[in-house]
């Protein structure tokens, strides 16, 4: 999956460091099961390790603060662990910090203010990839293109082009209403209806996610 990356976190500003901290991605392992793996969805569940660099002011409540640095990260994508992250649990400090340090503890680098805590915790991530199917539910129908929201909050597109190629027709009734229908004649693509589809690419903005979809398909041949 081709993704603009953001800016190095060396590059964020300070105001922005404060309210936020600065998490850096240190390790991954996929822990999702066999069934989740083979089945539609996109969600993954890993365990990881990150790196949290708190202000000496944070340090009354070091977890309460690791977890408030992941709350604003949450419903945004991370580049580091290539998704969305969803949900997280179950925060461990790890004893060391690879490198840095071989005891417990936070660790202060050079004249930095910020002290450093590597943590491991459970998440639950959106990784949409280009080739999964992905289920959603129509929004709205253009002739340029359908809109579809999936699980209620990733935005995707699919365009007359692929729309076309799939066998479907565009129509707009006298009446306004404008739906998608396949050569079938029994498949329609209109506001509520639902739709499976391939991701064909995936684009991220400031944390925020959308896909393009191809291969689409109605709610009968789900």
Not at 11 to 40: A, F, W
Not at 76 to 88: C, D, K, Q, S, T
Not at 155 to 181: E, P, R, V, Y
């Amino acid at each position: 999956m081709t993704i603009k990356r953001q800016p190095n976190e060396k590059n964020i500003s300070e105001e922005k460091h404060r309210k936020e901290g600065i998490c850096k991605l240190e390790h991954d392992m996929d822990i999702t099961g066999p069934d989740e793996q083979e089945s539609v969805s996109c969600f993954k569940r890993k365990k990881i390790r990150m790196l949290f660099s708190l202000f000496p002011s944070d340090l009354h409540d070091v977890y309460g603060e690791i977890r408030r640095s992941l709350k604003v990260k949450l419903l945004r994508y991370m580049v580091g662990i290539e998704g969305v992250l969803i949900a997280f649990d179950d925060i461990k400090l790890v004893t060391s910090v690879p490198g840095l340090s071989k005891t417990a503890g936070g660790v202060i680098l050079n004249e930095q203010p910020q002290v450093h805590y590597l943590a491991e915790l459970d998440t639950l991530l959106f990784c949409p990839e280009v080739g999964k199917i992905v289920i959603g539910n129509v929004t709205e129908c253009y002739e340029s293109h359908v809109g579809v929201l999936v699980h209620n909050f990733f935005n995707a597109s699919i365009t007359s082009d692929h729309l076309q190629k799939a066998g479907f027709s565009f129509l707009d009734d006298d009446f306004g209403a404008t739906t998608w229908i396949h050569k079938n004649g029994s498949t329609i693509l209109a506001p509520d209806e639902t739709v499976k589809f391939i991701v064909e690419k995936v684009h991220e903005c400031a944390g925020t996610i959308s896909m393009e979809g191809s291969h689409p398909s109605g709610c009968s041949n789900l």
